[in-house]
């Protein structure tokens, strides 16, 4: 556990407070964790300012998952928006510093989280009007399958948390492979350049020059004694 975390966790919080968020507000109000995620100066926004090692790190003690897009994707669906860069004059860089806020997500201000609510779809601004043509359902049976609808959701956000996870793994090992192929070439290259030092030791040697005989004077002079 990393420090402060168990202390912070345990912060108790309206019920009327969505759990996402009171997550994220004990996340950014713990100080042992400033490094990856804090409050930024004016305390109307918090910055997250290592992504890779603020989903490694930090997200799973949270949210038992390791899935950025998934935290972003939540974050949306609660109203957050990006702050601007007023430096840079555009959005910050997705692989640099992160920026959100909201209204009533401000620094001292705990009381504001519970008028924090999820954006109400499309598909809700439509039921008075399919109202009529369905059948009539009980407020138990509605609660129901949104219960369901939930629970897929948040085991969808796991699977994508865990397809993230083996893509990582999967990209490690094929960066694997390519050393080991790399070494292998430069293995066989040295091997071929033993081959060829050896072949060339155990030729012959003088094979290309003509033989010349150096006893030929003591012939000739054999040769005119028998005369």
């Known amino acids: 556990m990393m420090p402060g975390v168990d202390m912070v966790m345990h912060l108790q919080m309206p019920p009327s407070v969505p759990a996402f968020i009171a997550k994220l507000w004990k996340m950014v109000e713990n100080p042992d964790t400033d490094g990856l995620i804090s409050w930024s100066e004016g305390g109307t926004s918090f910055c997250i300012k290592n992504q890779s090692e603020f989903a490694r790190s930090l997200l799973p003690y949270y949210y038992k998952h390791s899935n950025m897009a998934s935290f972003v994707r939540q974050l949306n669906m609660y109203d957050f928006h990006k702050v601007l860069s007023v430096e840079a004059g555009a959005l910050k860089g997705e ?10 997500f401000t620094q001292g201000q705990e009381q504001k989280l519970e008028q924090i609510k999820r954006k109400v779809t499309s598909a809700r601004t439509s039921a008075g ?6 059948p009539s359902l009980s407020s138990e049976k509605v609660n129901e399958v949104l219960t369901e609808v939930g629970q897929l959701k948040e085991r969808q956000e796991d699977l994508d948390g865990r397809l993230e996870v083996m893509k990582t793994e999967n990209e490690a090992l094929w960066g694997e492979v390519i050393s080991l192929r790399q070494r292998h070439s430069k293995q066989q290259k040295i091997v071929n350049k033993l081959i060829q030092f050896l072949v060339a030791l155990v030729q012959p040697r003088g094979r290309k020059r003509p033989f010349q005989p150096r006893m030929s004077g003591v012939t000739l002079a054999i040769e005119d004694t028998g005369v």
Do not use: G, P, T, V
Request: no cysteine.
């Open 95 to 104: 692989k640099e510093e992160m920026e959100f806020a909201h209204s009533y």
């Open 129 to 134: 009007f399919k109202q009529q043509f369905l």
